[in-house]
Each structure stands twice: as C-alpha cells, then as structure tokens.
C-alpha cells in the first residue's frame, strides 16, 4: 500500500469536490498564497531589525495582545456576575412579596395598580410608552423538565392528562387553573390564578358558539360577531365576579354575623359602610354618596304622571331620588349591575318607578336595559337577539333625535344614573365619572359594556385595545407585574399580543404564556402565522430580540399574528435532551399545520436521538454490538415497522402516517443539511422500499468518499452501518437490484484496501476480480461490466485501479525478492491485461497514464 499514491488521490478527491460544490480550487490556492505573504514580510522584517529588536517588538505586540484578551475577560464575567445577582435578587424580591401579600392586600386586588383613566377622557391622561419587555434573559444552564421547576411538571401533568383523557381538552382551562393554583411560591401567584381564571371565563363562553372552531375564514360574519360577543360577555362577567368578590370581603371584614344578604341589600350595606369607612381608590366614592344620599325627596320637577319641566326623557333631573334607607337609588341600581346582578339592577329601577321616584317618561331607557339583559348580555345569543338589539337601539336613538336632547346626557349629575344610561343609548364617547370609573378594571368593563351594547359594530374590543397597547404596559406596571396588562389584552381579545408579550417577560412568564397559548389554541381562539425553526435558538439559549408576533390592526380586518411554533421551540429548548418525550408530547400541540412537521423534524436532528423519540430502544440493554443506540435499530429491524415504540409514535397512535411523515420530512431535511449519517438512519426508518433504496443510495455516496482511510473515524462510522444492513435479510429483501448489487461491490473494495493497509498484496487482489481482469482472457468481460456499473461504483473506479496497479507492483517486488518466477510471470501478465482495460474504457486520466508507465518500467 504506497502512501504518496492516497495522498495524491486525496487531493485530486477534494479539488473535485470542491468543483463540485462551485468552488474554484485554483482561486482558493491564490487565497492562501496571499496569506502567506505576511509570514514573508515578517522574515524581511527580522533581516533588517536584527533578532534582538524584532524579539523585543514581537513581545510587545504579544504582551498588548494578552492585556487585551484580560481586560475582554474581566468585563464579561463582571456582566454575568451582574446578570446572576439580578437573578438572585429578583428571586429574593419574589418571595418577600410573598410573605407581605396580607388579607388586606388581597381584599383590594380588584383595584390593581395602574393609572386611572380619568373623567376628561381616556386619551387625555394616557402616556404613550413602547410596546416592549424590560426583562433582560441571562444565559442559564437549561434544567430538566422533571428536576427543579414545580411549574414545568405541574403543566406537563396537566397536558399528559388531557392527552390520555378522551375528551381530556374539554376542561383544558379549569385543568390549568387548578395547576397554577397550587404555585404558591411567588408573589405573582395571586395575578397568574386570576388570569387563568379569565381564561377559563373566555374559552366557556367561546364553547357557547354554534360552531366549535373559529378560524375567521369559515365564519360568517354574524356568527363571527355572535362569538365575539359572547367572549365579551365572558371578560365581562370575569371583571363583575371579581368586583363583586371585592364587596363580598370588605363585608366580611366589618360584620361577623354570617347574615346571608341578597345582592341589592348586600350592595346598600357596602355603601353605607364605604361612607362610614371610606377606602382609598374608589374615586371618592364615600363624599359623593353623602352628596346624593341628603337629599332625600323626589324631583319637584316630577309629578305623580311623570310629566316634568325637563326633556321627556327626563335626562335633565338635577335631583338623585333616594331609597329608603337614604341611599341613592341609582347607586344601588348602578352598582348591582357592576356586579353582574343585571335582574336585580331593573328589578331595583321597576320598583323605583312604581314609588314614583323615578319618572314614566324614563322608561324607555329601562325598558331598552331589560332588552339588553335577555339579548346580547348572556351566553345564549342568537342572530333573533342581535336584530332585538339593533331595534332597542334604534328606537332609543329616534327618541333623543326626537326631543333633540342627545347631548343632554352629560347634564345627569348623578354619575350612576349618567353611566346607565350611557351604557343602554351605547355611547362611547361621552365622558365618564371619576367615581364609576375609579380603576383600569371599571374602565374596562365600562367599555366592554358599550361594545356588548352596541352589538360589536362601530365600537368593538378593537377600539378598546387601540387604547391599552398605546398606553403600554409601563402605564400598569407591567415591569413588575405584567400580568394585569395581559388580562387587559386578552379582554381585548389580542390574545396573540398578551401571549407574545408576556413570553418575553422571563422565564416564569414564558412558560406560563406557552400553556395558555395552547389552551387558546385548542379553542379556536388564536392566529397562528407558520414559521420555521429559529436554528440559533436551537441550542436552548434565550433570545430576548425574537419576535413572536406579527403585529396587525383588527380594525382593518388585519388580525395580529403569534408565532407559536417560535414559541414552543424556547420552551421545548429547555429540556429537548433530557426529556425527549415531553419535547414531543409539546410539539404534537401544533397539528395541524406545518409547523408541527418542521419543529418535530427539527427536534430529530438537533437531539439525534433517533432510538426513544422514534424506535423505543432501550439505550442501556439494546445498544449494538458497536455502541451506537441510533445503529441498533437496524440491526433489531425484523421487517414490521408498525412494532415501533418510539415517544412519537406512543403520543400519537391514531395517525402512524404523520409520524411517517414527519421521519421522511426529517431525512430530506437532514440530507439538505449535509448531516448523511442521520439521512440515511431515517430513510431506513421511514418504512417504504422506495425510502430504503434512497438510504441505500446515500450510503453507498458515502462508501466512495471514505474507502481510502484518511479520515479512520468516519470510515468505521459508515462501514459499520454498512455492515449492519449486510447483516439484515429484511432490509436486503427492500433494496433494488442495482443498488444491492452497487452496495455489495463497495463492501468488496473495502475489504480490498483494507487488506492493502495490512500489506496482503495477494489477497487484496482478489476482491476485485470482478473489477478487474486477471488475465486477458477477462480483459472483454470486465470492460463490458464496466459501462453497466452503478455511478458510485464507477465514481470509484480510478482510485480502485490506481491503488490495484501499485498493489502489483509491490506483489512483484515481493516475489522477485523470493525468487518466486511463477508468481512473477503471473503478475505480469495480470499487469498487461490491466493496461488493455485501461485502453478499452472511458478513464484516460494523466495521472493513471503515468502510474501504469512508471509501472512498467519495474515488471521486469
């Protein structure tokens, strides 16, 4: 075996290569002759300096190098220093919240911090702030699903139970809701339940739409605005529980009797002891009550048939008729209603009207709220409801049109009775009172009232949400505490928004925000762009800048985009590797779409772990007799595909052909990469005869550029998948005839230079006898043989003679130094009838012309 022939061979292997991939070798050589150039200079530069200085100067240059590089240093582990005290801090911060979150401060949760959106106007007051994160990642050490992270394992749990439940994704939300309520080590703890909890509200009453998907597309445009409304309905309601919760536990803490109060008594003895005991935060709530509560006569205006000075509708009354009790009647009836007690506030307004505290001539506006209750303000709408709606609507306005007095709503002192009728006549434009509007949750139910009230038409959620997004989420706190500004979005139904937003708020947030995304996702309720694996995020480091949304104006029917495949792949990041099942049992959340095949796929290459995700090998009892997990599958292979126990094909039973799919997409992927090795694994594991063969043929590419051994480790790589299907009848019974044939020649020349690496000159002559002649008497048959070789073969075929020429000639050398003529004679002739074939088929190469001569010379 001569060793100046491999490494000749090896360079003309590379320059073709290289042609073959559209470099230009010669260009290449110029490059790295410039290169050298410098080293040149430098010797030059040493003549005239003289050793000592040029020592002294390249020292110099050293010695800055390094202090460089040190000064590089220091300021990098200072940042991550910095970065890992923050995240201590932030970790120290979080716990202390927890242990000051008292009963007081639970019982005002309703009033979240956040600026209130005053009575000039919500634009006057808003600050307009970037829609952007202040959360800054720091680099980590990704952790096993299953070690360390209660929230990650708790979240799993509940999605491996609604994977393995028949309807397991009916109750998704509560599911959820009931795991983020057992996370109580975080001072957050409280807003995440809560926003779980709206989640709930909006996906139950998404379910009460007639068709179960919303995919825009597939509705019309009435059942879409009837599924809006009743999520609208849902937010609503969420906003009224929590008001009503707040009253409930202010009760509790002043009265200890236990006395069980319907909703208007219950309402009346919150007011009486908001004006005993004021609170903060109500928008002085407690002086306007006492304001309105002395007066406690009817209008003087009014007379017993309801005809007053004022306009016939009566908006012009300047006096608040009381209750008995002293209180006013529009407050009680006002805030019934702010606690979702809609019967209760007409019940209250009825009996006011029959005590002639509140005019005839006002009945209208009654009337048309008791409208609205039936219709569009509970989960049961239809499109009857809607045009009921439209009809209260328009009878309303004819009748202010008529009396000319539709700007007389503002002139209501009362600021209950002004908002009443402002949420029945659907008025968005008006001013609202400081006092029912105290906090950014009565803004928001306020608004989602005018919306429902006005049927989603010209002001809907779209108009609020232009509104919160360019207030931003600063304006709520949103560096602290992001989830009220999140709730707010998915009011808003921007729930790409709120998802994409909060997953760029940490990692906490990130995980949260992934499993609501699949509970909206699951429910037709979000919009979902695909795209393709971010590769940089592969590794599972954090990228603060990577865009999950692609932002759009529902205004123009331009719906806002999440990319939930981006968002899946950071989370999945994190324990790709140490769980691949979980990995998998995340990534099926994507179907249908595109992006479940390419992340799934993606999942496959970057983990290469071909035998759990795909083939349910046991890594330590079932390892090939070489020690490679991925190999043993083709050695276990005993033709049925169908046995296969892989993670994916245990998560996913009730469709083999997209797990099928998904190893086919993954080979294609894989051999566009350049990553063979995996190509053909998963070729072979794809199932068919046609994957098979194209496996087979990758691999005997591969056999080509790896049977002269420079590069040892690649070489026993490919051999022993090699010899691993040469060991399977099954996967021998699926090869074509020609590729078997090409596969079993390949295998031959292997043999042929290893035996050359082992100097047995003899024996390596006889693995190509079926290639080349040992006499001329096979001189004929040979070269007929040759044109009906398979590419590979024949790509192979120069190297094979070059490499069988000097294989001779040392075979001769060696019996000429025994003195063995027979042997002598015999080689001679098998080397002319070399030079006959090489005369009578198409490889006239130089460099083989110049072998055989030089050759020649020395068989004598």
């Known amino acids: 075996y001569i060793g100046?022939?491999?490494?000749?061979?090896?360079?003309?292997?590379?320059?073709?290569?290289?042609?073959?991939?559209?470099?230009?070798?010669?260009?290449?050589?110029?490059?790295?002759?410039?290169?050298?150039?410098?080293?040149?200079?430098?010797?030059?530069?040493?003549?005239?300096?003289?050793?000592?200085?040029?020592?002294?100067?390249?020292?110099?240059?050293?010695?800055?190098?390094?202090?460089?590089?040190?000064?590089?240093?220091?300021?990098?582990?200072?940042?991550?220093?910095?970065?890992?005290?923050?995240?201590?801090?932030?970790?120290?911060?979080?716990?202390?919240?927890?242990?000051?979150?008292?009963?007081?401060?639970?019982?005002?949760?309703?009033?979240?911090?956040?600026?209130?959106?005053?009575?000039?106007?919500?634009?006057?007051?808003?600050?307009?702030?970037?829609?952007?994160?202040?959360?800054?990642?720091?680099?980590?050490?990704?952790?096993?699903?299953?070690?360390?992270?209660?929230?990650?394992?708790?979240?799993?749990?509940?999605?491996?139970?609604?994977?393995?439940?028949?309807?397991?994704?009916?109750?998704?939300?509560?599911?959820?809701?009931?795991?983020?309520?057992?996370?109580?080590?975080?001072?957050?703890?409280?807003?995440?339940?809560?926003?779980?909890?709206?989640?709930?509200?909006?996906?139950?009453?998404?379910?009460?739409?007639?068709?179960?998907?919303?995919?825009?597309?597939?509705?019309?445009?009435?059942?879409?605005?009837?599924?809006?409304?009743?999520?609208?309905?849902?937010?609503?309601?969420?906003?009224?529980?929590?008001?009503?919760?707040?009253?409930?536990?202010?009760?509790?803490?002043?009265?200890?009797?236990?006395?069980?109060?319907?909703?208007?008594?219950?309402?009346?003895?919150?007011?009486?002891?908001?004006?005993k005991q004021p609170p903060a935060g109500l928008g002085g709530l407690a002086d306007t009550l006492l304001q309105f509560s002395t007066q406690k006569v009817s209008n003087p205006n009014v007379n017993v048939n309801g005809q007053g000075i004022g306009s016939e509708l009566g908006l012009s009354g300047l006096v608040e008729p009381v209750d008995k009790d002293g209180l006013p009647v529009w407050a009680v009836a006002y805030y019934c209603m702010r606690c979702g007690a809609w019967s209760e506030c007409i019940g209250e307004l009825k009996k006011a009207m029959k005590q002639n505290k509140i005019p005839q001539s006002e009945a209208v506006v009654v009337n048309s709220l008791e409208q609205l209750v039936r219709s569009s303000w509970t989960l049961q709408t239809d499109e009857s409801d809607l045009a009921a709606i439209k009809v209260t609507h328009d009878a309303l306005q004819l009748a202010n049109q008529k009396q000319n007095t539709s700007t007389n709503i503002d002139n209501v002192s009362s600021p209950w009775k002004r908002a009443i009728f402002q949420l029945v006549a659907g008025d968005s434009q008006g001013t609202v009172d400081r006092v029912v509007n105290a906090s950014i949750q009565d803004f928001m139910w306020f608004k989602l009232c005018i919306a429902i009230s006005r049927n989603n038409e010209d002001f809907t959620t779209a108009d609020i949400a232009k509104t919160i997004i360019s207030s931003g989420p600063d304006h709520f706190n949103g560096s602290t505490n992001p989830y009220l500004f999140v709730r707010l979005l998915l009011m808003c139904e921007e729930y790409e928004h709120a998802i994409g937003y909060l997953a760029l708020c940490g990692r906490n947030e990130e995980t949260e925000a992934l499993h609501m995304a699949i509970v909206l996702k699951t429910y037709g309720l979000l919009q979902i762009q695909n795209a393709p694996p971010n590769l940089n995020n592969a590794s599972g480091k954090e990228d603060s800048s990577l865009s999950l949304v692609i932002i759009g104006d529902r205004l123009n029917d331009d719906h806002t985009m999440l990319l939930l495949g981006r968002l899946m792949q950071r989370y999945v990041s994190r324990f790709a590797h140490s769980n691949p099942r979980a990995a998998v049992l995340y990534l099926l959340e994507l179907r249908p779409g595109?992006?479940?095949?390419?992340?799934?796929?993606?999942?496959?290459?970057?983990?290469?772990?071909?035998?759990?995700?795909?083939?349910?090998?046991?890594?330590?009892?079932?390892?090939?007799?070489?020690?490679?997990?991925?190999?043993?599958?083709?050695?276990?292979?005993?033709?049925?595909?169908?046995?296969?126990?892989?993670?994916?094909?245990?998560?996913?039973?009730?469709?083999?052909?997209?797990?099928?799919?998904?190893?086919?997409?993954?080979?294609?992927?894989?051999?566009?990469?350049?990553?063979?090795?995996?190509?053909?694994q998963l070729h072979l594991r794809a199932g068919s005869a046609e994957c098979t063969n194209e496996a087979v043929n990758i691999l005997n590419r591969q056999l080509v550029q790896v049977l002269l051994p420079t590069d040892n480790d690649a070489r026993k790589k490919w051999k022993r998948v090699a010899d691993s299907i040469g060991k399977n009848k099954h996967l021998l019974e699926k090869i074509s005839k020609e590729k078997a044939q090409a596969f079993e020649q390949l295998r031959y020349l292997f043999e042929f230079f290893d035996l050359c690496r082992e100097r047995k000159w003899e024996n390596a002559l006889q693995f190509v006898t079926w290639l080349l002649p040992e006499n001329n008497t096979f001189v004929g048959p040979c070269a007929s043989r040759y044109r009906y070789l398979d590419a590979t073969v024949r790509e192979a075929f120069p190297i094979v003679m070059e490499n069988a020429v000097q294989v001779i000639r040392e075979a001769f050398m060696d019996s000429k130094k025994r003195g063995d003529m027979n042997k002598m004679a015999q080689l001679q002739e098998q080397f002319q009838a070399y030079i006959n074939l090489f005369s009578n088929i198409p490889?006239?190469?130089?460099?083989?012309?110049q072998l055989i001569a030089s050759v020649e010379v020395t068989m004598v």
């Open 594 to 680: 595109l992006d479940a095949i390419d992340y799934l796929k993606s999942l496959l290459l970057e983990t290469n772990n071909f035998s759990d995700i795909l083939d349910g090998v046991d890594v330590n009892t079932s390892m090939s007799s070489y020690g490679d997990t991925n190999n043993s599958y083709i050695d276990m292979y005993d033709g049925d595909f169908d046995k296969r126990g892989g993670f994916l094909f245990q998560l996913c039973p009730e469709d083999p052909q997209f797990c099928l799919h998904i190893v086919l997409e993954a080979a294609k992927a894989a051999q566009v990469r350049g990553n063979m090795y995996a190509a053909v």
């Open 843 to 849: 490889v006239q190469t130089a460099k083989l012309a």
């Open 4 to 275: 100046g022939i491999v490494s000749a061979a090896a360079d003309s292997r590379a320059v073709r290569l290289l042609g073959q991939h559209s470099f230009d070798a010669d260009k290449l050589e110029r490059d790295l002759q410039q290169i050298a150039q410098p080293n040149l200079a430098r010797e030059k530069q040493k003549g005239k300096m003289g050793m000592s200085l040029y020592e002294d100067h390249a020292h110099q240059i050293l010695a800055t190098t390094i202090d460089e590089a040190l000064d590089a240093t220091i300021v990098d582990t200072e940042l991550q220093l910095t970065r890992a005290l923050e995240d201590d801090w932030e970790v120290e911060r979080r716990a202390l919240l927890e242990e000051m979150d008292d009963s007081n401060a639970q019982s005002n949760k309703h009033l979240e911090t956040g600026k209130v959106i005053g009575d000039k106007g919500e634009t006057d007051l808003l600050t307009t702030t970037p829609f952007t994160s202040k959360y800054i990642t720091a680099k980590s050490a990704v952790m096993p699903l299953c070690k360390g992270d209660s929230r990650m394992n708790i979240y799993m749990k509940v999605l491996e139970e609604a994977k393995q439940l028949k309807n397991g994704k009916k109750d998704m939300a509560s599911k959820f809701l009931s795991g983020a309520q057992q996370i109580t080590n975080e001072g957050n703890s409280y807003d995440i339940t809560q926003t779980w909890e709206l989640i709930r509200v909006i996906v139950e009453a998404k379910s009460h739409a007639k068709q179960e998907k919303y995919t825009g597309n597939n509705f019309s445009s009435t059942t879409a605005s009837i599924s809006s409304l009743q999520v609208n309905v849902g937010s609503r309601s969420f906003l009224e529980s929590q008001y009503c919760l707040y009253i409930e536990r202010q009760m509790l803490m002043s009265q200890s009797n236990g006395v069980k109060l319907d909703m208007p008594s219950k309402i009346r003895a919150w007011l009486k002891l908001t004006m």
